[in-house]
Nanobody, 120 residues
Framework: QVQLVESGGGLVQAGGSLRLSCVVS????????MGWYRQAPGNQRELVASITSRGITNYEDSVKGRFTISRDNAKNTVYLQMSSLKPEDTAVYYC??????????????WGQGTQVTVSS
């Protein structure tokens, strides 16, 4: 059984910073890609940033230069450092991991979501 626990969301003023964390626990063989998605009211869930097992990163255009994704493989944790936050960054942020629950098996798991609210 795999669990993802997110933390670090909250209320911040525009221009401020937040750091999200997502810890993966349970029984699995290995973790492949890790990523952060967000969903604002009335919008579809969208990919914000992702990082491969080799550390290759990818960002949604609107967050490039402001957000940084990183991972600590020893701690099975992925982070999202968010700076220069804007009101339009307000959303529920979800952690997603692609992992191997057993050899030759692959599955995707989601965290419960953490609210990020940026006030103007």
């Amino acid at each position: 059984q795999v669990q993802l626990v997110e933390s670090g969301g909250g209320l911040v003023q525009a221009g401020g910073s937040l750091r999200l964390s997502c810890v993966v626990s349970g029984t699995f063989f290995s973790i492949n890609a890790m990523g952060w998605y967000r969903q604002a009211p009335g919008n579809q869930r969208e990919l914000v940033a992702s990082i491969t097992s080799r550390g290759i990163t990818n960002y949604e255009d609107s967050v490039k230069g402001r957000f940084t994704i990183s991972r600590d493989n020893a701690k099975n944790t992925v982070y999202l450092q968010m700076s220069s936050l804007k009101p339009e960054d307000t959303a529920v942020y979800y952690c997603n991991v692609d992992l191997n629950p057993a050899m030759f098996k692959r599955a995707s798991y989601w965290g419960q979501g953490t609210q990020v609210t940026v006030s103007s």
